[in-house]
T-cell receptor, first 114, second 114 residues
Framework: DAGVIQSPRHEVTEMGQEVTLRCKPI?????LFWYRQTMMRGLELLIY????????DSGMPEDRFSAKMPNASFSTLKIQPSEPRDSAVYFC????????????FGDGTRLSIL | DQQVKQNSPSLSVQEGRISILNCDYT??????FLWYKKYPAEGPTFLIS?????DKNEDGRFTVFLNKSAKHLSLHIVPSQPGDSAVYFC?????????????FGGGTRLMVKP
């Protein structure tokens, strides 16, 4: 079975550019989560969707960050404009509905903003 | 304020011996706990979980223990194998009503020496 698929795996871009990260969740999963991992803050939740609807975006650092889930099989995390402090590994995860379901992670996008 | 803490950043164990990884939490609303394993350049992989109604869950070489009164959980790996060398994260959730959102600890790097 295909797991969570993220693209690109690596992204290097200059400060001020727009960055779009993509995620395809596991088929049948109706919850999707975006995380950011940094040395300083570890793994932190940015936003999560349930049935394609954003439920909690309190972890999104600022208005430069936005996320969408236009359908059950695709989500994007966009940063515009990007800044060097956005450099991190960004993970997407999905889980089935109902209680006590583990989240399954993609392999992440390593983002470097120069 | 870290709600989930892994106080040991690293642990070194001889192959064949037991590995014990510890995790403490402060939020009494957490009712579902998970352990993830992470290799470099990969996403976290779900390992084992436990509900707050249990105090032990076992899956092959992996056992998770939960002590609710002490707000402490641990992961035992017996016997440890070199392939177990990875970073281990504990995570906690307030459950379905909180969207199954996970709060992660900072991770413990396990090194199993042949």
């Amino acid at each position: 079975d295909a797991g969570v698929i993220q693209s690109p795996r690596h992204e290097v871009t200059e400060m001020g550019q727009e960055v779009t990260l993509r995620c395809k969740p596991i088929s049948g999963h109706n919850s999707l989560f975006w995380y950011r991992q940094t040395m300083m803050r570890g793994l932190e939740l940015l936003i999560y969707f349930n049935n394609n609807v954003p439920i909690d975006d309190s972890g999104m650092p600022e208005d430069r960050f936005s996320a969408k889930m236009p359908n059950a099989s695709f989500s994007t995390l966009k940063i515009q404009p990007s800044e060097p402090r956005d450099s991190a590994v960004y993970f997407c995860a999905s889980s089935m509905g109902g209680g006590n379901q583990p989240q399954h992670f993609g392999d992440g996008t390593r983002l470097s903003i120069l | 304020d870290q709600q989930v803490k892994q106080n040991s950043p690293s642990l070194s164990v001889q192959e064949g011996r037991i590995s014990i990884l510890n995790c403490d939490y402060t939020n009494s609303m957490f009712d579902y706990f998970l352990w993830y394993k992470k290799y470099p350049a990969e996403g976290p992989t779900f390992l084992i979980s436990i509900s707050s109604i249990k105090d032990k869950n076992e899956d092959g070489r992996f056992t998770v223990f939960l002590n609710k009164s002490a707000k402490h959980l641990s992961l035992h790996i017996v016997p440890s194998q070199p392939g177990d060398s990875a970073v281990y994260f504990c995570a906690a959730s307030e459950g379905f009503n909180a969207g199954n959102m996970l709060t992660f600890g900072g991770g413990t790097r396990l090194m199993v020496k042949p």
